[in-house]
């Protein structure tokens, strides 16, 4: 039973998920788990993917990697999928949203490669991590937040954070 809850902060590249993850962190003293950061530290890739510039997952190595820190509680998972962990583990899956013109500009920025750019535009289009987070968790435990300015943002850390206490308060029993 944990005492704190463990939360998905998921959707495509570029839409704000660490900004959001570092402030929640920051404000609610739960942890920022970078599944970006993990994968490259502790090795869980089968090498580098040129073309999309990015590290190819081995799920079960970082699954076997995170499993005894997130049963414990208390995490905010920062990743571009979420359908890879187990709904045992997961109070509560965030799937965050932009404007495609927004999100070309702010990947832009980033000089990712035109393929990588375009396959991360066309999934936000067809709203590929909605659907994914849908098909993986009870839709009580799923909500869309847009992430198209700073407002949006401070209204949905807000938001994030009231659901954290509510969580604490119907959990305080677990310890
Ligand atoms: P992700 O982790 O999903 O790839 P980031 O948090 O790195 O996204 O954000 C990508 C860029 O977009 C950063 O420059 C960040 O400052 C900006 N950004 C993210 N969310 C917002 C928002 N709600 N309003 C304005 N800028 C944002």
New binding site residues.
């Given amino acids: 039973m944990r005492t704190q809850p463990n939360i998905i902060v998921t ?12 402030t929640l962190a920051q404000n609610t003293g739960l942890k920022h788990l970078s599944i970006n950061d993990i994968v490259k530290e502790r090795g869980c890739h089968d090498g580098y993917d040129e073309e999309f510039k990015s590290w190819i997952v081995d799920e079960d190595k970082l699954l076997d990697s995170i499993e005894d820190e997130v049963k414990q509680g208390g995490y905010i998972i ?1 990743w ?1 999928a979420c359908d890879l962990f187990p709904k045992s583990w997961i109070d509560l899956v965030v799937v ?1 949203r ?1 404007d495609s013109t ?1 999100l070309y500009d ?1 990947l832009k ?2 000089d990712y490669p035109e393929v990588k750019l375009q396959e991360n535009l066309d999934s936000e289009i067809m709203e590929v991590l909605l659907q994914e987070a849908r098909d993986s968790y009870d839709e009580e435990i799923v909500v869309e937040l847009t ?4 407002d ?2 401070e209204s ?1 850390i807000e938001r994030i954070e009231t659901w954290i206490a509510h969580w604490k308060e119907n959990n305080a029993g677990n310890a």
């Avoid at 959707?11 to 570092?22: I, L, M, R, S, Y």
């Avoid at 992430?147 to 700073?150: E, G, R, V, Y």
């Fill in positions: 959707g495509t590249p570029g839409v704000g998920k660490t900004t959001h993850c570092e920062d571009h965050l932009v927004l702010r920025a980033r992430s198209n300015t700073s949006d943002m949905n």
